[in-house]
């Protein structure tokens, strides 16, 4: 099954890709330039991604996608598409909010960078570590959610920090 992790290497790096096309795109077009686009889409983002996660969890065990069919039923095709793309809108989302974190934060990349890169850390270790008290979808189900309620943290934090810049 390694051939499978470069499917999904590639799946992540679409979604990324796609949303900063989107982003640069959107920029472009947009004849209201009184506040960064990232102000307006890194909120709708954030749901979009919980939303979609979810979304991901309903399509992929409901498409009977089987890989070693794949040869000999043609509509297996089909199927991979419909999961490729189900899987690549998570990604599609949440490159929407690390590229709207630098339009917010030009002269900081590496303060977002460095959550970009703890966040993924601790998302890669958290299920590991949560596997053995939790089944795979109730996991899910929170790592989808946890987004939505940590952007209450981040804006305290962030107007403590411009309170005080103005002191």
Known sequence: WNHLSFLVISIALFGFAASGTFLATLGSIRSDRSAPLSAHWMPFSIVLFSASLLAVLACVSSVPLDYHRLPYQPVQAAYLLIVYVAIALPFFFSGGVVAG????????????????????????????????FWDESPLLIASALLPLVLPAFGTGASQRTDSSRRR
Do not use: T
């Not at 703890?118 to 590991?128: K, Q, V």
């Open 101 to 132: 974190a630098y339009i917010l934060l030009p002269s900081r990349p590496g303060i977002v960078y460095f959550a970009s890169m703890s966040g993924s850390a601790l998302g890669a270790l958290a299920p590991a570590l949560l596997l053995p």
